[in-house]
């Protein structure tokens, strides 16, 4: 069984989790997580590496449900709840899911295509009757959960990892971290993401502390929580920092202050997914009396190279490897660079994700023969930290914490009636780090709020383009290859 899901029995008395329902203890974690095993496994012994996906609110059913999928053998598939049903129905179909598990919410956008293509579902709320039986022994090599990732193919890859791997993830920033039972957080973040779900939940209900569930992020809401004086841990992506501190600006000076002395009580606070801006950083130390722990981090490798816990938390700088990860840069001729030589990051050690799924390929060639997890992004070593520099792919962008890639949008847009060509890119922004921004050609007039609305039934809300650009003709290099930094200067010009 995997170990958070054994070691719940520990703590079985103290609460685990609070959301808008109201608070559970590990004991009831433990029940409904059985419950739900019995009810995946329909009379079986064991789901073998069945897929089972979940569209589930934040809070209590959702790790009843993801617990509940790893003690029956199953392999949990969290579904994001703001896709549009063509995005679901690509991870549905693209995982092979044998069984769905649907909240109340979300019965509309999904229920219609799963009973159409008659997936065995379970509704979060249904009246089943206890059952007893036992449940498989699981071991650590299985498969444990599909995340989808994008990246440099057009359609986003599932990445699997094992229980193995997530036993290990979880442990490697509890000791670097230094968890503790005592802890309680707010977890804001979406759950189809390793942010979320590792480090915000997976850590702190793997050493007994109680995670609190905020649905939405809403920075009022949000301050109204960290101000209770009950939180000692708190993570999230720059962009969210971001909102906070656009939030405190309005606030009075006496507010500001109150802000300060319960803030300062904090025990850590934790930035990643994303670059953290040297400004962010600084003005939430204002606000807060806290350096912010910046990490990075990737869905293959969970997190990898962490600012430390006692010691320099260096601005614009991510850290040293993390306990039991290696790290190394690598040049293009396939030499290890030394100080402030720029290179790849690879990555080896337990973190490091089993395979994409079904893409036999496409993970063999982001090894390299020795074994390294090839990350795409560069860096160099400053002083013994690690500083990230850039990516080594324009086609990937980073918004607000999420990783799009403008081959995917492109590939969506040409679909459009109207659209004849377009070249997608991502344009830096203090708020979100970079924003969706795309360049088309049109076949017929459309306006960008026709566009828009058309995007927004076969795209999640993030990957939307903010900002159009209309060209009669695409710049293309020699090779016929569209010029994406041309079309990010057509922006900085000005858009009609
Ligand atoms: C939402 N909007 C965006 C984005 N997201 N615009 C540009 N880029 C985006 N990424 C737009 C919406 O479409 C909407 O526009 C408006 O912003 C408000 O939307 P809403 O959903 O209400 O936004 P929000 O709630 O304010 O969301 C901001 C957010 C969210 C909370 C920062 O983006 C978020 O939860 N990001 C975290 C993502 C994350 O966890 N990434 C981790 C993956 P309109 O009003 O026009 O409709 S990375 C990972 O796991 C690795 C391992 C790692 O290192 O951590
Ligand atoms: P994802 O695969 O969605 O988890 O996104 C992983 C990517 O986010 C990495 O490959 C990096 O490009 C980026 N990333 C994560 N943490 C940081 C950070 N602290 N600084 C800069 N980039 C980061």
Not at 137 to 165: C, F, Q, W
Not at 399 to 422: F, M, N, T, W
Request: aromatic fraction near 10%; hydrophobic fraction near 40%; proline fraction near 5%.
């Amino acid at each position: 069984m995997p170990k958070i899901t054994s070691s719940a029995h520990v703590f079985a008395n103290s609460v685990a989790i609070l959301d808008p329902n109201g608070e559970y203890t590990y004991q009831q974690l433990i029940d409904a997580s059985n419950q739900w095993a019995y009810r995946f496994l329909l009379g079986a012994t064991d789901l073998d590496g069945a897929r089972v996906a979940f569209m589930v609110q934040p809070g209590f059913h959702y790790v009843a449900v993801q617990w509940g999928i790893w003690k029956a053998g199953g392999v949990a598939v969290p579904l994001c709840v703001t896709y549009p049903i063509a995005s679901l129905q690509y991870v549905l179909e693209d995982t092979g899911a044998s069984q769905v598990v649907i909240d109340t919410d979300f019965q509309e956008v999904l229920l219609p295509f799963v009973s159409a293509s008659q997936l065995k579902h379970h509704l979060v709320h249904d009246e089943v009757t206890p059952q007893d039986m036992s449940l498989p022994e699981v071991s650590s090599d299985r498969p444990a959960m599909i995340l989808y990732t994008s990246g440099t193919t057009s359609l986003p890859k599932g990445v699997v990892t094992t229980h193995g791997n997530i036993d290990f993830q979880m442990s490697c920033l509890v000791q670097a971290w230094e968890w503790k039972a005592t802890d309680r957080t707010l977890c804001i973040l979406p759950l189809h993401h390793i942010h979320g779900i590792i480090n915000v939940i997976g850590c702190s209900l793997s050493v007994g502390a109680t995670c609190e569930f905020m649905p939405k992020f809403n920075a009022v809401d949000v301050f109204s929580r960290l101000l209770s004086g009950e939180l000692t841990v708190f993570m999230a992506v720059p962009t969210i920092y971001f909102k906070l501190i656009s939030h405190w600006d309005t606030l009075s000076t006496a507010d500001q202050h109150v802000i300060f002395d319960t803030l300062l009580k904090f025990r850590l606070m934790v930035s990643g997914s994303a670059a953290l801006p040297v400004s962010v950083m600084e003005k939430w130390h204002i606000i807060s009396g806290h350096w912010l722990l910046e990490r990075y981090g990737m869905t293959e490798i969970a997190m990898a190279i962490s600012n430390p816990f006692h010691g320099e938390r260096r601005p614009g700088h991510v850290g040293l490897p993390l306990p039991g990860v290696s790290v190394r840069l690598m040049g293009d001729n396939e030499e290890i660079k030394e100080e402030l030589e720029p290179g790849e990051i690879q990555i080896k050690g337990p973190n490091v994700f089993q395979s994409y799924w079904n893409k036999p390929s496409a993970t063999q060639e982001t090894f390299t023969e020795d074994g390294w997890f090839k990350t795409g992004d560069v860096a160099h070593l400053d002083g013994g930290y690690y500083k990230i520099l850039g990516r080594s792919s324009v086609d990937i962008i980073k918004s607000g914490g999420y990783k799009l890639s403008a081959l995917e949008i492109e590939e969506v847009l040409r679909v459009h009636p109207d659209i004849e060509d377009c070249g997608v890119v991502g344009l830096p922004d203090d708020e979100w780090g970079e924003v969706v921004a795309a360049v088309l050609v049109l076949k017929n007039a459309i306006t960008k709020e026709e566009i828009n609305t058309w995007l927004r039934a076969r795209l999640p809300g993030y990957k939307v383009p903010r900002l159009y650009h209309f060209v009669e003709e695409l710049p293309r290099n020699a090779m016929g290859k569209v010029t994406k930094n041309d079309l990010k200067i057509m922006f900085y010009r000005g858009s009609p």
